[in-house]
C-alpha cells in the first residue's frame, strides 16, 4: 500500500525555522517526483518545492526561494522540507505528494500530476 506521512509542522514566531519530513512507503521512491505543495485558509493548493525523479533537478516557487531547501535522503525514502525565516503569510496545511514520471529526472509543479498525496501537517507562524 503506498503511504505518504508528513510530520514536522507546528507553531513557530515569524522568523524562526521548522523542517517537514515526509516518509514514503509501498512504491520504488527513485522512480517518483516529489512535490510540497501548502494551502491556507480561503487560498488554492500552492506548490512551493520539488525534486525530480532521480534527485537530478529542484524547483522553488518565488515566494520560498531563499528560505526553504528541499532534499532526499534515500536510505529512509524521506524527503525534506527545510523551512527557515518563516513569515506569517507561510501559515498553511502543508502536503507532501509523488508523482511517477514518465521520464526519469523530470519533475512537475502541476497539482493534478501528482499519484498520491499524504494527509497533512498544520504549520502556523505567529507575528
Do not use: H
Amino acid at each position: 500500500e503506498v503511504q505518504l506521512v508528513e510530520s514536522g509542522g507546528g507553531l513557530v514566531q515569524a522568523g524562526g525555522s521548522l523542517r517537514l519530513s515526509c516518509a514514503a512507503s509501498g512504491f520504488t521512491f527513485d522512480d517518483y517526483a516529489i512535490g510540497w505543495f501548502r494551502q491556507a485558509p480561503g487560498k488554492e493548493r500552492e506548490g512551493i518545492s520539488f525534486i525530480s525523479s532521480g534527485d537530478v533537478s529542484t524547483y522553488y516557487a518565488d515566494s520560498v526561494k531563499g528560505r526553504f531547501t528541499i532534499s532526499s535522503d534515500n536510505a529512509k525514502n524521506t524527503v525534506y522540507l527545510q523551512m527557515n525565516s518563516l513569515k506569517p503569510e507561510d501559515t498553511a496545511v502543508y502536503y507532501c505528494a509523488a508523482d511517477r514520471t514518465i521520464e526519469w529526472g523530470s519533475l512537475t509543479v502541476v497539482p493534478g500530476d501528482y499519484d498520491y498525496w499524504g494527509q497533512g501537517t498544520q504549520v502556523t507562524v505567529s507575528s
